[in-house]
């Protein structure tokens, strides 16, 4: 380019070679090219080749003078020809569609001695390409089709799961719990979100982000008791190209970055390892991280939702968690009511849950019966609504009946009192003067020796985690098992505990 703006400097014999240089250029791009046109500076056609006249009829245009004079976007749909002359930037191979055809064209600007644009250069290189460059062209919508894809998946990826009308319940500590959330979410604060297991923090970590401006970003969660320790590091910040032995040449993501624009939701917090919490803290105050192996600092603009079933402050209390993390993170703390402080909406999540059990397993809609509400309410629901739900699920699968009543629960709640559910326990189900027949044993209460085994296990673990506050180290040597065998029971059972 220095050499055409300082062509005037060249020796008279060294301009002539470049100028006839140009010529033959222009020459070449005419006779080889299907196709050319020039425009000037304020876009209007200038000059076409005898090979572009072939176009016009096409265009619906029929005399040279319809074409040449005119603005380029009058005559030729979809060019880009005054994008070219506005950036002064190539476009070397395209694919230009309009009412002629599809043709790949080529698009350079004309500058002069000083290098200001004075228009450009528009060459077909080849009409209808779509017959002879067939392969090409079909690989190139299947790779249009794969993003479209991908687009959709990334989209419903990122669409809230769970919203406040998921959480079910009309209780004054329930309307209590949504004002907060709905509050909060309005915010970019940090939430910490307490309750017992079961009780629904992540579905309300969901709903405060569809309630929030970032609703359109990514909603990214991670069970840190669930990763194990020496993995978490890498996990949360990333691993820089190469960092290790065995890591990815591209390196990896971590949850920070993925999470970006949009919420990381933090569960079980609390088991946060201490070596990994200062790096958390930075994290959180600095929104930067630092990939494993990197020395470069990222920027990221994440919003925080932490969740726990443990006690922070005593934790805090015991040394086992930093102070200035826990203030941290305890900028909004919204607690979650347990199923026991909540029993007035019993029936409406009986009634949903029912639902989706239903319309996941194909098994029609059940009908829970007055007496067997009896016996939901007298059991003390360590569990919470994973319990319930795991309780509905059990008896479900385990009955034809369309109705189930006190008998159907017996087995699956075998601490709560025989005579709760019965008749004369049940408000307005026993006339005056009128007995109980004796009990018979019900066949439904035998159940095969495997499955009684794995109702002691699950029971064992949730009755474990209870006592723990939900420490799944703890709860493992409580129970006398590794660590690992818990996270297998815990998988087997899945959402059951």
Not at 21 to 26: E, Q, V
Not at 211 to 219: M, Q
Not at 266 to 279: C, F, N, R, V, Y
Not at 329 to 335: A, E, M, T, Y
Request: proline share 6%; hydrophobic share 40%.
């Amino acid at each position: 380019m220095d050499d055409l703006v300082h062509a005037t400097d060249l020796p008279r014999d060294a301009r002539s070679v470049l100028e006839l240089a140009a010529h033959s250029m222009f020459q070449l791009f005419a006779e080889t090219a299907e196709g050319m046109m020039l425009v000037d500076r304020k876009g209007r056609v200038v000059w076409i080749s005898e090979g572009y006249k072939q176009f016009l009829p096409a265009l619906g245009l029929k005399h040279e003078s319809d074409f040449v004079g005119h603005s380029v976007d009058e005559v030729v749909p979809n060019t880009l020809m005054r994008e070219v002359i506005a950036t002064g930037r190539p476009i070397l191979v395209d694919l230009l569609t309009n009412k002629a055809g599809t043709f790949l064209v080529s698009r350079i600007p004309l500058r002069d001695e000083r290098g200001d644009v004075i228009g450009a250069l528009g060459l077909v290189l080849m009409a209808h390409p779509e017959s002879t460059m067939q392969p090409l062209m079909k690989k190139f919508s299947r790779l249009q089709r794969e993003l479209d894809d991908a687009r959709k998946q990334l989209a419903e990826q990122r669409r809230p799961k769970y919203t406040f009308a998921s959480f079910i319940g009309s209780s004054p500590p329930v309307i209590e719990v949504k004002r907060q959330a709905r509050r909060v979410a309005q915010t970019d604060s940090t939430v910490l979100l307490l309750g017992e297991t079961g009780t629904g923090k992540e579905l309300l970590a969901h709903a405060i982000h569809a309630a929030s401006s970032r609703a359109s970003r990514p909603f990214i969660g991670v069970n840190i008791a669930a990763v194990p320790e020496t993995l978490l590091e890498a996990e949360f910040f990333g691993v820089a190209p190469g960092a290790y032995t065995g890591a990815d040449r591209k390196g990896r993501e971590g949850k920070f970055k993925l999470a970006d624009g949009g919420t990381l939701f933090l569960d079980e917090i609390g088991d946060m390892p201490a070596s990994l919490q200062a790096k958390l803290l930075r994290a959180l105050q600095e929104q930067e991280i630092e990939p494993l192996g990197s020395n470069d600092v990222q920027k990221v603009d994440v919003r925080v939702i932490a969740a726990t079933s443990r006690d922070l402050s005593q934790l805090v209390a015991e040394g086992g968690f930093r102070e200035d993390l826990y203030y941290r993170l305890n900028v909004v703390p919204i607690r979650l009511p347990s199923l026991r402080e909540r029993l007035s909406d019993l029936e409406a999540l009986v009634e949903s849950l029912e639902d989706d059990i239903s319309r996941r397993s194909g098994m029609p809609h059940r009908e829970v019966a007055p007496d067997a509400f009896a016996v939901l309410r007298a059991y003390p629901w360590r569990g919470n609504i994973r319990e319930l739900r795991n309780v509905l699920e059990q008896v479900t699968m385990l009955t034809d009946d369309l109705r189930l009543e006190a008998r159907h629960f017996r087995h699956a709640l075998p601490s709560v009192p025989p005579h709760v559910g019965s008749q004369a326990d049940v408000p307005g189900t026993r006339e005056a003067g009128s007995s109980l027949a004796p009990a018979v044993p019900d066949p439904a209460a035998v159940r095969p020796l495997n499955e009684a085994v794995a109702e002691l296990e699950r029971r064992s673990i949730q009755a474990a985690l209870a006592a723990t506050g939900g420490n799944k180290q703890a709860a493992a040597r409580l129970l006398k098992i590794s660590r690992a065998t818990l996270y297998e029971k815990l998988a087997q059972y899945g959402p059951l505990l």
